[in-house]
Nanobody, 118 residues
Framework: QVQLVESGGGLVQPGGSLRLSCIVS????????MGWYRQAPGKQRELVAA???????NYVDSVKGRFTISRDNAKKLVYLQMNSLKSEDTAVYYC????????????WGQGTQVTVSS
């Protein structure tokens, strides 16, 4: 069973930056298209950034130009660099397979809390 472990969240002031990491426990990580999701209180989980196995990336409009998704296949890691953070970015962030490419997810990890507040 694939395990997902997210880290790197925290409390940051508006305009600040954070880098999230997710380690994926599968030996064939490199073939999967991956995504970062977030879920704010009272809202549905949404896909905010995706990276295909070949490295092509996509972002939801609200984070374009501020967030960057990347991956290290050798280390089985996917990253989310978040810059110019806004209060509306406050959420629990998760990684998983890219929902636009697959019909099923791996079991969700615990996520990492990002709080943007002054």
């Amino acid at each position: 069973q694939v395990q997902l472990v997210e880290s790197g969240g925290g409390l940051v002031q508006p305009g600040g930056s954070l880098r999230l990491s997710c380690i994926v426990s599968t030996s064939i990580f490199s073939i999967f298209h991956m995504g970062w999701y977030r879920q704010a209180p009272g809202k549905q989980r949404e896909l905010v950034a995706a990276i295909r196995s070949g490295g092509r990336t996509n972002y939801v409009d609200s984070v374009k130009g501020r967030f960057t998704i990347s991956r290290d296949n050798a280390k089985k890691l996917v990253y989310l660099q978040m810059n110019s953070l806004k209060s509306e970015d406050t959420a629990v962030y998760y990684c998983n397979k890219d929902s636009s490419s697959y019909s099923e997810y791996w079991q969700w990890g615990q996520g990492t809390q990002v709080t943007v507040s002054s």
